[in-house]
C-alpha cells in the first residue's frame, strides 16, 4: 500500500530519518508529505514511533478531475467496499491548489456521493440506509494541479497528540515540531545521556518531556488510539504488536540532565504534571526561575527554548529587552549549544550575536526563525 506522511515544512530530513531508523530507506518528499510502501502493520509502528510526522494517511489513489463528473468517477471507481463498512462515518477533509476544481465544500459533496453510491452497489445492504454510526474514516482529497489525491487517514487526530497534554498554558509548541527541533540540534542521550539539555521558558513542558522521551526512547504513539483500530478491514492485533515493539524498546535507566524552568510558578506545575503524565518526571528537573538567572556548573551542554512571542506591539519591546539580557547571561556558557526558536524580528540583533546557522518554521501560524549557536564542541567530539 502507498503510505503518506504529511510533516511540517523544515522538518522533511528529519522525519526522513526517523523513518531510516525504523527501516524505511526510501521515503521521497512529495508536496509536504514522505511517500513510502507499507503494510497494515507498517501503518501500525509509524502510527506509534514516528515522532515528527503529523499523520500517516493511507492513499487509494490519484487521478485529474477539472469537473465535478470527473471528480465524481475518480471516487466511485476506488474500492471503498474494501475499506468502509455500510456504517462508517465518512468525514470528508479536502483542499484544492492551482487547480479548476476550487470549491471544496461542494467537491466533499460530490466526492462524498460517488462513495455511498459506490458502497450501495457493492456491500449487500439491501434496503437499509447509511446510518454513519459507526466507526470514524477521515476521506482526505487534495487536488494539485487538476490532479487529485484519495486518503484515509489511519491517526485520526494528529500525532502531536500524544496524549501527555492536558493543560494549556501561554502558546505551547506542537509536540511534533518540538522533537523534530530536537532531533535537529546536537542533543544526542545514545552517544552522551548525562549530557544537560535545558529550557529554561519551558511553559507547558513540552521541550524538556520531548527530550526526555527522546532520550528513553519512549515511543511518542504509546498510550494513544488511532482511527485505523476501529476499522473492520485491518487485521487484528497489528496495533498491539507495535506497542510491544514500542515497550521492548523503551531504555528506563539513564541517568538524565534535563532541566525545565519557568518564570511563572503555574507553568512549572503545568510542566510537571505534563510530564508526569508522559511518565518522565522522575528525569527531569523542574524549577521556577527568571532565564535571565540562567546558569550551569557543567561546561558543555545543550539548551533549546523558545521563548515569549511578543506578538503584541507593546509586548515586543519587553521581549527585545528581555532577549538581550539573556543573550548575555547565555554568553557565560560559552561551551554550551543554544537554539532559539521566536518570531521575534532581528532577533540576534538583540540577542547579541550572529547565529551560526537558521532555519525558518512555522509554529501556530506565526513564521519563526530556529537560530543555532554552536559552542566549543568537547576535546573528544573534536
Ligand atoms: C512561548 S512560551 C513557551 C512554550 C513552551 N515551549 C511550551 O511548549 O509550552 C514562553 C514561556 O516563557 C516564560 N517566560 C517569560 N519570561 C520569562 C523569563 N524572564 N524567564 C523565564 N521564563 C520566562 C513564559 O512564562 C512562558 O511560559
Redesign the pocket.
Known amino acids: 500500500m502507498k503510505l503518506l506522511v504529511p510533516v511540517t515544512a523544515g522538518l522533511e530530513q528529519i522525519t526522513k530519518r526517523q523513518l531510516f531508523a525504523l527501516g524505511y530507506e526510501k521515503a521521497p518528499a512529495d508536496n509536504g508529505r514522505l511517500a513510502l510502501d507499507g503494510t497494515w502493520q507498517d501503518i501500525a509502528r509509524l502510527n506509534v514511533f514516528l515522532r515528527s510526522g503529523e499523520r500517516v494517511l493511507l492513499c487509494l489513489a490519484t487521478f485529474p478531475a477539472k469537473t465535478f463528473d470527473e471528480l465524481y468517477d475518480g471516487f466511485y471507481n476506488i474500492p471503498w467496499e474494501n475499506y468502509l463498512t455500510a456504517d462508517s462515518k465518512i468525514l470528508m477533509d479536502g483542499k484544492s491548489v492551482q487547480s479548476t476544481l476550487g470549491a471544496i465544500k461542494a467537491s466533499g459533496g460530490v466526492a462524498k456521493k460517488a462513495i455511498i453510491r459506490r458502497l450501495a452497489d457493492k456491500l449487500p445492504i439491501g434496503k437499509k440506509t447509511f446510518s454513519e454510526t459507526g466507526a470514524r474514516t477521515i476521506v482526505g482529497f487534495s487536488v494539485f494541479k487538476d490532479e487529485v489525491t484519495v486518503t484515509i487517514d489511519t491517526s485520526g487526530a494528529g500525532l502531536h497528540k500524544r496524549g501527555y497534554r492536558s493543560l494549556a498554558?501561554?502558546?505551547?509548541?506542537k509536540e511534533t515540531l518540538?522533537s523534530g527541533l530536537i532531533d535537529s540540534t546536537f542533543y544526542n542521550p545514545d552517544r552522551d545521556e548525562e549530557k544537560p539539555f535545558a529550557?529554561?521558558?519551558?511553559?507547558?513542558?513540552?521541550?524538556p518531556i520531548e527530550a526526555a522521551m527522546k532520550a528513553l526512547h519512549i515511543a511518542p504513539g504509546l498510550h494513544r488510539d488511532f482511527d485505523f483500530t476501529a476499522w473492520k478491514c485491518v487485521p487484528k492485533g497489528v496495533l498491539e504488536l507495535a506497542k510491544e515493539e514500542a515497550k521492548d524498546k523503551e531504555i528506563r535507566n539513564r541517568s538524565l540532565q534535563i532541566f525545565a524552568?519557568?518564570?511563572?510558578e503555574k507553568?512549572v506545575s503545568i510542566?510537571k504534571y505534563h510530564a508526569q503524565r508522559a511518565g518522565v518526571e522522575k528525569y527531569i528537573r523542574f524549577s521556577v526561575?527568571?532565564?535571565?538567572k540562567f546558569h550551569s556548573e557543567q561546561k558543555y551542554g545543550v539548551l533549546i527554548?523558545?521563548?515569549?512571542?511578543g506578538e503584541r506591539l507593546s509586548d515586543e519591546q519587553e521581549v527585545r529587552k528581555?532577549m538581550s539580557e539573556?543573550g548575555k547571561t547565555f554568553r557565560s556558557l560559552p561551551d554550551w549549544n543554544a537554539y532559539i526558536l521566536t518570531s521575534l524580528r532581528d532577533f540576534e540583533r538583540y540577542f547579541g550575536k550572529r547565529a551560526d546557522k537558521k532555519k525558518k518554521f512555522s509554529n501556530a501560524n506565526l513564521e519563526c526563525g530556529f537560530y543555532s549557536y554552536f559552542g566549543t564542541p568537547p576535546k573528544n567530539q573534536l
Open positions: 498554558y501561554s502558546a505551547p509548541l518540538a529550557d529554561p521558558f519551558c511553559g507547558s513542558g513540552t521541550l524552568s519557568d518564570i511563572n507553568a510542566a526561575q527568571d532565564a535571565r527554548s523558545n521563548p515569549p512571542y528581555l539573556f
